[in-house]
């Protein structure tokens, strides 16, 4: 019985769970990945330097249980513990520079609780990780161009300024659907209905920056509040309380910078920060203006993540892709996995679990 090959382009959570899923079939896949690392948007920072793990995402931080049941079914699988965010307390409203904030006494709490998984998102991917052989996933790789023959695929990439080629049976494509447009070249090209669909398919999180300040302490819940803020005038626009699910820990504050991307990157990270350690100091008070650690991600910046079409800021978008081009494509061994091409969940962590089409791979 001939060996089924798979290709995967892409070792984000998609990618990692689509080889995790047909190893359990027996088959063992290959991941190609343009980063040096795994997750994808998926990224967790990690310090040891005071004696204690500490974690702070940079990308996605919470689930939903009850709704998000294929995460939560899978926390329970890998044994990852979790816990709710933060929300007791006062929620604080910065509405000028120059006045203090409003505050308002313990009213914001999520219906249902959002949840963080201890060790952060990364631990779900490093769960998925550990499953598969660490041979199977070709970092530093980027796919270039995918041709289908009568044989099944080639794959053309680019492995550290180096041409290689990669043959299988099968292609999954785990990565945003605009990022697979622009820098993947098909032959025979896909349908151009399945085309326009892709490139109008804002990448999640791609328009974002995630700004993290880490203290000594959690020090605004002694005073009362939550941890959670707004802002009219940024650049944090929406602020919640990071901290690890310690009693004795490190304390953290996590934003969303409002600026644009082309803002932000006319800004400058250094500037970036400088401004929203200020922020956080008129909000939180003199001891937010001492962080000892900052962290910053524009994901807008991230080759691998956005385009040019990313760098508009939108409102969630519409996702998944149109059934009758997709299954065609199935017919032929070409699959499309991840959040974006997710029509349930398009747009979390749920969704970068569901693919388009079952991928019992006869």
Same mark, same amino acid.
């Given at each position: ?14 990618? !990692? ?8 079939? %027996? ?15 998926? $990224? ?6 005071? =004696? ?5 995402? $940079? =990308? ?5 249980? %009850? ?12 044994? !990852? ?6 929300? +007791? &307390? ?29 060790? =952060? ?29 009568? @044989? ?24 945003? $659907? ?11 090209? !896909?349908? +151009? ?26 020090? /605004?819940?002694?005073? @009362? ?10 650049? !944090? ?32 990270? +250094? ?27 524009? /994901? ?19 996702? &998944? ?11 032929? %061994? ?9 029509? %349930? ?7 970068? /679990? ?9």
């Amino acid at each position: 019985m001939k060996t089924k090959r798979v290709i995967i382009i892409g070792a984000g959570l998609s990618g !990692l769970y689509s080889a995790y899923l047909l190893k359990r079939q %027996g088959i063992e896949a290959t991941i190609l990945e343009s980063r040096g690392r795994v997750g994808g948007r998926i $990224l967790t920072a990690k310090t040891e330097e005071r =004696g204690e793990k500490e974690y702070y995402d $940079l =990308g996605p931080s919470w689930f939903w249980p %009850g709704m998000n049941r294929r995460v939560e079914s899978l926390v329970k699988t890998f044994g !990852l513990n979790v816990f709710a965010q933060q929300e +007791e &307390g006062n929620y604080l409203m910065e509405d000028t520079k120059t006045s203090p904030p409003r505050v308002i006494p313990g009213i914001y709490v999520n219906s249902p609780s959002s949840y963080r998984v201890e060790g =952060g998102m990364n631990s779900l991917v490093n769960a998925v990780y550990k499953e598969l052989k660490e041979e199977q996933i070709v970092l530093n790789t980027q796919v270039t161009r995918i041709t289908k023959h009568d @044989g099944g695929y080639t794959v053309h990439a680019e492995t550290d300024g180096e041409s290689t080629v990669y043959e299988g049976d099968y292609v999954i494509s785990a990565i945003p $659907l605009r990022l697979l447009v622009n820098q993947v070249g098909f032959s025979p090209e !896909l349908p +151009e209905s399945l085309l326009k669909v892709m490139l109008n398919t804002p990448t999640w999180m791609a328009a974002h920056a995630k700004f993290v300040a880490v203290y000594d302490r959690p020090f /605004w819940r002694d005073e @009362g509040h939550s941890g959670t803020a707004s802002s009219r005038v940024g650049p !944090l626009v929406e602020i919640h309380d990071a901290s690890i699910n310690s009693q004795s820990g490190a304390g953290a504050l996590f934003g969303f910078i409002g600026y644009n991307a082309q803002t932000r990157k006319t800004a400058g990270r +250094e500037k970036l920060k400088e401004l929203a350690i200020e922020q956080l100091s008129h909000i939180f008070g003199e001891k937010a203006s001492k962080p000892i650690r900052v962290e910053l991600v524009d /994901w807008s910046q991230e080759e691998y993540t956005a385009t040019v079409d990313d760098q508009v800021q939108t409102m969630h978008g519409s996702y &998944g892709l149109p059934s009758e081009p997709v299954e065609q494509l199935a017919a032929q %061994g070409l699959y499309f996995a991840g959040t974006e091409a997710a029509k %349930g969940y398009g747009g979390y962590i749920e969704g970068a /679990w569901r693919l388009q089409k079952s991928l019992y791979l006869s």
